[in-house]
């Protein structure tokens, strides 16, 4: 499993997205501080588990721009994401 974090203050909730980058098979919310690799995220515990387009999902505004948007109501203010891969 492959994993990266994000974070988005509180006032961003999108953000560029590669064009050649898949989409993440897993987006988690972690509710913890200071996150480090790798994480084992257990949902309830020390993250959320998000659903694509209801909570997050990657559009493009242009044919050669993408965004990840973040749509959660989790958290309101900065958060930290996990996003997975499975290889």
Same mark, same amino acid.
């Given at each position: 499993?492959?994993?990266? =974090?994000?974070? $988005? *203050? +509180?006032?961003?909730?999108?953000?560029?997205?590669?064009?050649?980058?898949?989409?993440? /098979?897993?987006?988690?919310?972690?509710?913890?501080?200071?996150?480090? =690799?790798?994480? $084992? *995220? +257990?949902?309830?515990?020390?993250?959320?588990?998000?659903?694509?387009?209801?909570?997050? /999902?990657?559009?493009?505004?242009?044919?050669?721009?993408?965004?990840?948007?973040?749509?959660s109501r989790v958290t309101e203010?900065?958060?930290?994401l996990l996003l997975e891969w499975?290889?």
């Open positions: 499993m492959k994993q990266e =974090l994000v974070f $988005i *203050p +509180k006032n961003q909730r999108k953000f560029p997205w590669q064009t050649d980058k898949p989409k993440p /098979s897993k987006v988690w919310t972690l509710l913890v501080e200071n996150p480090i =690799l790798p994480i $084992i *995220p +257990k949902h309830f515990e020390n993250a959320f588990l998000e659903s694509s387009l209801h909570d997050w /999902s990657i559009l493009s505004n242009t044919a050669k721009e993408l965004f990840f948007h973040y749509y203010g900065d958060v930290w499975n290889e």
